[in-house]
């Protein structure tokens, strides 16, 4: 928002593009803490609430729709702001996607009816590299590797190699990494659980489980929905799924400033403490607005 307002004050129409995978959903907008009507109203923003729970989205899934927010912003003289700390969607969206064909269903079910162990075994026979890569638990990725060199035959990283669809090379892109000091971030997070308590995430998770959707389903893993979901069963007291949600917004947070730290581009700026003293004295809008 202080972006925006600052393109608004040189006389650009700015519009903010969600790049977050739980604001996606409309199911939670308050667990994915959504944009609030006084921000909606003074700038534009596309992609929150744009999907239903009952529907997965994936990275492709985003990216196209993001590249089309983008192209329509462009043709009306716009400047999109994309805002989000999922890293899969904005790698997506900038290099593209690997072509990897359907997989055979038969393959996929024997697959992810393997425990762990034994796929991570498969894994290191059919694709050692990839396996060597992974953390032998990390049941997701392990399942995805697997699968498609069973089915397709060729290795995850042979079709990444040839990964399509990506704008990375037709746009300018001016991009900031903020990595807030740890102990600032944890306050936040800790203080931004209870605010969620507060203003009705549990009648927003009980309306969610209402719907009866699939345990498997994305919007059921969001931050928040776990916890609260487990209090509503009563497994445990409200003040427990606090604590749970609080520390499970922690590890998350820990795990996104690690990501952050070394995945994107070496080029890319990254500012770390004091940044909100360093977007109030607008340093970097006025390197973005040259």
Avoid at 79 to 108: F, H, K, M, S
Avoid at 155 to 161: E, G, K, P, R, T
Avoid at 246 to 258: E, G, H, L
Wanted: proline content about 7%.
């Amino acid at each position: 928002m202080a972006l925006a307002q600052a393109l608004i004050a040189r006389g650009r129409s700015p519009v903010i593009i969600n790049a977050d995978s739980a604001q996606l959903y409309a199911d939670l907008p308050i667990l994915s803490a959504a944009p609030p009507p006084e921000d909606t109203a003074r700038v534009p923003h596309r992609l929150y609430g744009a999907w239903d729970g009952s529907v997965a989205c994936s990275a492709a899934d985003w990216a196209a729709r993001a590249s089309q927010e983008i192209a329509l912003a462009h043709a009306r003289g716009q400047t999109p702001i994309l805002v989000g700390g999922t890293g899969l969607y904005i790698r997506t969206l900038l290099e593209g996607i690997a072509p990897v064909p359907a997989i055979d269903v038969a393959v996929r079910e024997t697959v992810r009816a393997l425990p762990v162990a034994q796929a991570y075994a498969r894994l290191q026979q059919a694709d050692p590299e990839r396996a060597a890569a992974l953390h032998p638990a990390d049941s997701t990725r392990i399942a995805r590797a697997l699968e498609v060199v069973l089915s397709t035959g060729q290795s995850l990283a042979h079709w990444q190699q040839r990964k399509e669809g990506g704008i990375g090379d037709q746009v300018a892109l001016h991009p900031l990494i903020l990595l807030p000091e740890r102990d600032w971030l944890y306050e936040r997070c800790d203080r931004r659980f209870a605010l969620m308590i507060e203003r009705g995430a549990v009648g927003e998770v009980e309306a969610l489980l209402a719907r009866g959707l699939g345990e498997d389903m994305p919007v059921m893993r969001a931050i928040g929905v776990p916890q609260i979901a487990g209090y509503l069963r009563g497994m445990s007291n409200l003040e427990e799924a606090r604590a749970q949600g609080s520390q499970a917004t922690r590890n998350y947070a820990k795990r996104q400033y690690t990501w952050l730290r070394h995945q994107p581009p070496a080029d890319w700026p990254r500012k770390t403490g004091g940044f909100e003293k360093y977007i109030a004295n607008a340093s970097y809008f006025d390197i973005l607005l040259h």
